[in-house]
């Protein structure tokens, strides 16, 4: 693909107008920390809308230290666009799936405890190789890190049947 097509294709976007009145803002308040794999674009598995939730992606899905930055730096944009912490009912998916790529890294412990910013002898509480037990780790990050009274809930997609499953549902931070 190149970038005419690329071109072509936003032309086919701008003109449906789909994007119009969009504020910066999400219109809902989900926010889906996923994985880069392009089998599992969040807004076409979870059925989203354009505007209607933020998205984070990166290798695996999963909750690093820089997730976290950029959870906080969002929290910024929120208070300066809102004047507050935003809505205490915003809900945090944690999405994982299964045939991840991230499993194909567990022979590099080096270059997953770099990403996890932990020892390599603290790698297999990550559970990199295991979707579920992973996105149960991940949602016990943000319950530690996040500010009382939002929810966290975390999913593991199939990706051969294009299913997810609820392995956490959501529950509310508590203080």
């Keep these: 693909m190149d970038t005419d097509e690329l071109a072509e294709r936003n032309a086919g976007f701008a003109d449906g107008g789909s994007f119009a009145n969009l504020r910066l803002m999400p ?4 926010t889906v920390i996923g994985c880069v794999d392009p089998r599992v674009d969040p ?5 989203l809308k354009l505007g209607e939730a933020a998205v984070i992606r990166n290798v695996g899905g999963r909750v690093t230290p820089a997730t976290l930055r950029t959870l906080g730096m969002l929290s ?3 208070r300066a666009r809102t ?5 205490g009912d915003n809900h945090y998916a944690v999405l ?11 022979a590099f412990p080096e270059l997953l405890a770099d990403y996890f910013e932990v020892p390599a002898g603290d790698l297999d509480a990550k559970a990199v190789t295991d979707p579920v037990t992973a996105v149960r780790v991940d949602v016990e990050i943000l319950k530690q890190k996040l500010r009382a009274g939002v929810f966290v809930s975390g999913l593991v997609y ?6 997810i499953d609820v ?8 203080a």
């Excluded at 807004?43 to 059925?47: A, C, E, F, P, Q």
């Excluded at 004047?83 to 809505?87: A, E, F, L, T, V």
């Excluded at 994982?96 to 567990?106: K, P, S």
Aim: charged residues 15%; aromatic residues 0%.
């Design 27 to 30: 219109s809902g308040s989900l």
């Design 43 to 47: 807004s076409d598995v979870l059925g």
């Design 76 to 78: 910024k944009v929120v």
């Design 83 to 87: 004047g507050g912490p935003g809505p």
């Design 96 to 106: 994982h799936h299964t045939d991840c790529g991230i499993t194909d890294l567990a």
């Design 158 to 163: 199939d990706v051969a049947t294009g299913l």
């Design 167 to 174: 392995v956490v549902p959501p529950a509310r931070v508590e």
